[in-house]
């Protein structure tokens, strides 16, 4: 409570001197290239550029955000919780009333990259403009001749659920002073085309940094790059080649195979990444998915030190062992090795030993439902337990499978469970029948 409080006066604070900078700041070619982008648009639309625009509305994920559940495709209404109330994307169709039919590809580009308005007012970072910011003229041109080419939506855009003084757009000028670099992807010259071709993609359209670096109290981005962040009920792990976090031990086609149909010899994509892949990643090209891979496998990352594991004889792992035993095995196997593309292997596999094991209390707790792809239909399920283990039994189940065949993490604690129990809204365990 206290820190929020903080962060919301923080926020406000920097605002006068945010208005000053912020605005006398220089924008990019969104307002240099203005002759040639109203001559183009006088022009009829480029097949081309629209075919090359579809596919970089895929690597943004567009879509998957402005897109409600059973709504039509890029109309908005999809609601974004975020730790400051709910965000509501809106209608990007080319409606001239409730989408973006009056604005021009300028409008378009400093709202994408920038974060502004046609109205000029700021909008939220839940949109995700200081990943697009990254983002080429090219493939920006061509995105909006893909958006113009689609049949106008009418839907108005839902109103915000917003606090004080995030209710505020203005406040937005103090976060962008903060945590937004006005600039677009500069190319590091002794790196290969591959490897910025992977960068740009990564920092860029496929805005990954939006939930693998974790964020300060104000939402801004830490310099912990890609070295993995809770988020509301989940965890995305880190991604960097660190060894004990992180992809250290896949090679670069296991992390490609991930990213194309959702599974790997070890993990399965459910939740937020499975989303971003069954939208998203499962229709790059098999080049863009290489040097993405290439990319994130040339991160050193976190350095974190393997802790040592936990005594198989203890009292809590062989607690988990039995809850394991009974309740686990059929489906994560004898030895935790899982079952190749359906459930993921828990033995040696980075993503459960991260340090909080938010993303595994979920897991357990709610279910969740692998990805369903083109490369891999099955889209397994992961039942919740939530109803029928109590808190100490998770706890156990966690602590052991984060300590045995090769895993080495921190023990989940009862109270931990808890807390996520009443955050996710998850009832108490039900009494079995008889
Ligand atoms: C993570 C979710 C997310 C993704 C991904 C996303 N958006 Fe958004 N977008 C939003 C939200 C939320 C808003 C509204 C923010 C606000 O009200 O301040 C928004 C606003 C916008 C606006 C301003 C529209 C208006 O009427 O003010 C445009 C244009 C836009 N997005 C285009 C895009 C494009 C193009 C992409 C893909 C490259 C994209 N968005 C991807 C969440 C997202
Ligand atoms: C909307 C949030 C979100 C976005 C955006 C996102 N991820 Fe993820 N990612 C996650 C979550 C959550 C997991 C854990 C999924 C699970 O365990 O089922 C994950 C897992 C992964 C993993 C597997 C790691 C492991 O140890 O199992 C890889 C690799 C990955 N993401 C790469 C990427 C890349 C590359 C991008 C950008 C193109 C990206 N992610 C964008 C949330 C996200
Ligand atoms: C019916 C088969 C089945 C059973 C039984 C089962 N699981 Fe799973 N589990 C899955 C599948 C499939 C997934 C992948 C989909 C997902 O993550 O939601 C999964 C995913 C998970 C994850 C998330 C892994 C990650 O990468 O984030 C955890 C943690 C987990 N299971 C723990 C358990 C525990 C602990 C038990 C026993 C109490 C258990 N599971 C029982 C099938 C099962």
Redesign the pocket.
């Known amino acids: 409570m206290k820190n929020t409080i903080i962060a919301g006066l923080a926020i406000v604070a920097v605002v006068g001197v945010g208005t000053a900078l912020y605005l006398n700041g220089s924008t990019r070619a969104d307002d240099a290239g203005d002759n040639q982008i109203r001559a183009a648009e006088a022009s009829a639309p480029d097949p081309a550029a629209i075919q090359r625009g579809a596919y ?2 895929v ?4 879509a ?3 897109t409600k559940p059973g709504g039509q495709a890029f109309a908005g209404g ?1 609601g ?1 919780q975020t730790p400051f109330g709910v ?6 169709t080319p409606d001239t009333d409730t ?2 039919g009056s ?1 021009t590809e300028r409008d ?1 580009m400093r ?2 990259r920038h974060g502004k ?2 109205d000029g ?4 970072p ?3 403009y200081n990943a ?1 910011v990254n ?1 080429s003229d090219g493939d920006l041109h061509d ?1 909006w001749a893909y ?1 113009r080419s689609l049949a106008p939506v009418k839907q108005a ?1 839902e109103p ?1 659920t917003l606090g004080f003084p995030y209710n505020i ?1 203005l406040a937005m000028l103090g976060w962008n002073l903060l945590f937004f670099k006005n600039a677009g992807y500069v190319a590091a010259p002794k790196q290969s085309a591959q490897w910025n071709r992977g960068r740009y993609l990564v920092d860029g ?1 496929g ?1 990954c940094a ?1 939930c693998h670096t974790a964020k300060n109290a104000l939402g801004g981005d830490t310099s912990a790059y890609l070295q993995g962040a809770d988020l509301l009920g989940g965890h995305a792990p880190e991604i960097t080649n660190d060894p004990h976090l992180g992809l250290g031990h896949w090679s670069g086609e296991q992390i490609q195979q991930y990213l194309k149909v959702g599974s790997n010899h070890q993990a399965v994509a459910a939740g937020a990444m499975g989303e971003a892949v069954e939208h998203s990643t499962q229709y790059l090209n098999d080049a863009d998915l290489a040097s993405i891979a290439l990319y994130l496998k040339s991160l050193p990352g976190s350095g974190t030190q393997a802790p040592a594991a936990l005594s198989a004889n203890s009292p809590v792992m062989q607690r988990g062992a039995h809850v394991y035993e009974t309740h686990c095995m059929a489906c994560h196997n004898v030895q935790g090795e899982g079952i190749n593309g359906m459930v993921p292997a828990f033995a040696d596999n980075p993503g459960m030993r991260a340090s909080s094991g938010a993303g595994l209390i979920s897991a357990v707790l709610k279910g969740g439902r692998a990805a369903a792809t083109e490369g891999n239909v099955t889209a397994a399920g992961m039942p919740s337990f939530g109803w029928k283990l109590n808190d100490g039994d998770i706890a156990a189940v966690l602590t052991y499978v984060r300590n045995s065949w090769g895993n080495a993490a921190p023990g989940v604690s009862a109270q931990q469970v808890a807390k996520a129990r009443a955050a996710l809204e998850v009832g108490p365990v039900m009494a079995g029948p008889g």
């Open positions: 970089v509305a690597q943004g994920d567009c998957a955000c402005h999809y974004l965000i509501n994307s809106t209608n990007i989408g973006i604005w378009f709202a994408v308005r046609k007012q700021l909008l939220y839940a949109m995700p697009y983002m995105l958006l855009p915000n757009r359209a805005h939006a």
